[in-house]
T-cell receptor, first 111, second 113 residues
Framework: AQSVTQLDSHVSVSEGTPVLLRCNYS??????LFWYVQHPNKGLQLLLK??????LVKGINGFEAEFKKSETSFHLTKPSAHMSDAAEYFC?????????FGAGTRLTVKP | DTEVTQTPKHLVMGMTNKKSLKCEQH?????MYWYKQKAKKPPELMFV???????INESVPSRFSPECPNSSLLNLHLHALQPEDSALYLC????????????FGPGTRLLVL
């Protein structure tokens, strides 16, 4: 069985400040982990994925995530938020075609 | 190219109408998916097609009928829907059903009156 917990339903940052979106997972396997972003009224765009290679994963638009097995975490970070980063972010765990979404974190970026 | 296209972008239908949603990908992917997403919720898996055969049906009501005419196309036929079926319907594809990386289309926003 697998599950994902996104620890914050809403995160608000100022433009130019760091972003941290937290994700913990549970899995009986060695899963793949993903972050997807969804802008209003749009589909989901793949930001990055972890598949048991390097624990620090770099994605698009300056985002990166670190896989920490001991903490079962896969937090998403960005050094400097941009207004265009405002969106809904989903953490996803997947193994053997069982894909589980977290509830989502809404990121607000203030000017 | 990692593009999945969906048509129409928006659809309004009455409860007695029959309509279809279409999804297309040209990445050579052999697995395709339909998801339903309600406002402020994550996507919920509805159907999975693998090599043009239905492999997963997540107990979806029969008023939703999927079809995979070929490896590039996926349809979702709608009939006698209810207002609670109003949602964003997302299509996704992956190289194979065991390949975890899914690529999503922009979705069809459906409103049932």
């Amino acid at each position: 069985a697998q599950s994902v917990t996104q620890l914050d339903s809403h995160v608000s940052v100022s433009e130019g400040t760091p972003v941290l979106l937290r994700c913990n997972y549970s899995s009986s396997y060695s899963p793949s982990l993903f972050w997807y972003v969804q802008h209003p009224n749009k589909g989901l765009q793949l930001l990055l994925k972890y598949t048991s290679a390097a624990t620090l994963v770099k994605g698009i638009n300056g985002f990166e995530a670190e896989f920490k097995k001991s903490e079962t975490s896969f937090h998403l970070t960005k050094p400097s938020a941009h207004m265009s980063d405002a969106a809904e972010y989903f953490c996803v765990v997947s193994a053997f075609n069982d894909m589980r979404f977290g509830a989502g974190t809404r990121l607000t970026v203030k000017p | 190219d990692t593009e999945v296209t969906q048509t129409p972008k928006h659809l309004v239908m009455g409860m007695t109408n029959k309509k279809s949603l279409k999804c297309e990908q040209h990445m050579g992917h052999r697995a395709m998916y339909w998801y339903k997403q309600k406002a402020k919720k994550p996507p919920e898996l509805m159907f999975v097609y693998s090599y043009e055969k239905l492999s997963i049906n997540e107990s979806v009501p029969s008023r939703f009928s999927p079809e995979c005419p070929n490896s590039s196309l996926l349809n979702l036929h709608l009939h006698a829907l209810q207002p609670e079926d109003s949602a964003l319907y997302l299509c996704a594809s992956s190289r194979a059903s065991g390949e975890e990386t899914q690529y999503f289309g922009p979705g069809t926003r459906l409103l049932v009156l």
